[in-house]
């Protein structure tokens, strides 16, 4: 018997060469995470129960099928190691610059001039409960991508003010044991909503001025909506197929926002008027520890107003337009680690 | 550019490859336009000038 506490979770922060080939253990890092549960192997199996011939409609034999591995969840403070992981690994397309610590900006890739195509970089993930001789688990997980993420802002104190999970897919290859030694657990330099230095969304500033002291909640996703990855050739592992690709569908990038209507709120205008702005998020912990999502523009596509622990408000939901020279949004990221998605 | 300003080298799709400021502002058109970050070029050596061979000279 073994507590989930024991869990050690370990997964790439450089990236795979390729899907099919793990990462090795100097390009693994080791972090907590809010989920409590180890990612699960699902082989799946199936029966002829549907074929005639059999004088009966009973199944009588069993087949291996294909490992349906369900996506895994990673939830953790967001923090400026975190989300420069999940953004590069999520959007593609990734700068890295400076000789610590190290900037990277970050936009969605493009088919047609991404090196892969439509599939995003690879990464492998490590799970172990008492690795070595009497393990009770070591495996790691070959072929990983992310799927979508969430990003969530809130009035609350500490961590849980700035929040960021992160939704990821397997193909079902995996190796055990891992062969990895996992590295000390790292400690992320974490921010909080204390630490937003900027928030502007379509002309209104909420840290300053009038609106200073609209700002209630933020919620911020991205959707890769992958297309199954089993084809002919996609491979195996123990006679079970595999997923041998993820390749992005018609990815969704979701903004809303939750603000406290005043005299003069200008939420309303902006939609009615199909007003377009750029949008700013920075949350800066220290020159070293920084993350600034720049939406390039934003309009309006719902102001729905509601109440808010007894105070009125305005749920905003936003609708990312892609511009011609900037693109839809770029994501810049200043962190002490080098070599994330390198 | 500025001197003391950090700098990125990047390619386009069609291939060429440019050093520019590795600000935001100049990274983001670019990488929507589809250039990608590679690696800085290995400084070429200066060429070594060669002398032109000398004219031998005539024995009198």
Redesign the interface.
């Known amino acids: 018997m073994a507590s989930i506490n024991e869990l050690m979770e370990g997964w790439g922060f450089g990236k795979q060469t390729a899907i099919g080939t793990a990462n090795t253990s100097g390009t693994i890092w080791r972090h907590t995470n809010l989920t409590t549960k180890p990612w699960p192997k699902v082989p799946m199996n199936e029966d002829d129960k549907a074929e005639i011939g059999k004088g009966h409609e009973f199944p009588t034999q069993l087949f291996k099928s294909h490992y349906n591995m369900p996506p895994y969840e990673i939830s953790k403070y967001a923090s400026s190691e975190f989300l420069a992981w999940a953004m590069c690994f999520s959007l593609g397309n990734v700068t890295m610059t400076g000789s610590g610590p190290y900037t990277y900006v970050i936009v969605p890739a493009l088919g047609a001039t991404n090196a892969t195509g439509l599939e995003l970089p690879y990464f492998s993930f490590v799970q172990q409960i008492r690795p070595g001789g009497s393990a009770v688990l070591d495996e790691m997980l070959v072929g990983c991508a992310v799927k979508s993420w969430k990003l969530s802002i809130k009035n609350s104190p500490g961590r849980a003010s700035a929040m960021c999970s992160v939704e990821c897919v397997t193909t079902g290859q995996y190796t055990s044991p891992s062969g990895i030694t996992l590295p000390a657990v790292s400690t992320p330099h974490e921010f909080n909503a204390g630490m937003i230095t900027a928030l502007t969304f379509n002309g209104v500033n909420y840290l300053s001025g009038g609106s200073a002291k609209q700002f209630v909640s933020m919620e911020a996703s991205w959707e890769n909506n992958f297309r199954p990855g089993f084809f002919p050739g996609s491979g195996s592992q123990d006679g079970y197929q595999i997923q041998g690709r993820f390749e992005w569908g018609d990815r969704a990038f979701g903004v809303q926002f939750v603000v406290r209507v005043q005299s003069g709120s200008t939420e309303y205008s902006n939609l009615i008027n199909l007003t377009t702005g750029t949008a700013t998020f920075t949350m800066a912990r220290d020159a070293n520890n920084s993350f600034s999502m720049l939406i390039q523009k934003m309009g309006f596509s719902v102001a729905e107003l509601g109440n808010t622990d007894g105070i009125v408000t305005l749920q905003i939901t936003g609708v990312q337009l892609y511009d011609a020279t900037n693109g839809l949004v770029t994501m810049t990221l200043i962190t002490p680690v080098t070599g994330i998605c390198q | 550019m500025r001197k003391d300003m950090?700098?990125?080298h990047?390619r386009s799709?069609e291939g060429e490859v440019k050093e520019v400021e590795?600000t935001?502002e100049t990274?983001?058109?670019l990488?929507?336009?589809?250039?990608?970050?590679v690696p800085a070029p290995a400084a070429n050596p200066e060429p070594i000038a060669q002398k032109p061979a000398a004219p031998a000279e005539e024995e009198k």
Do not use: C, N
Not at chain 2, 31 to 37: E, K, T, Y
């Open positions: 950090e700098t990125v990047m799709p590795a935001t990274l983001t058109p990488m929507v336009a589809g250039w990608h970050q």
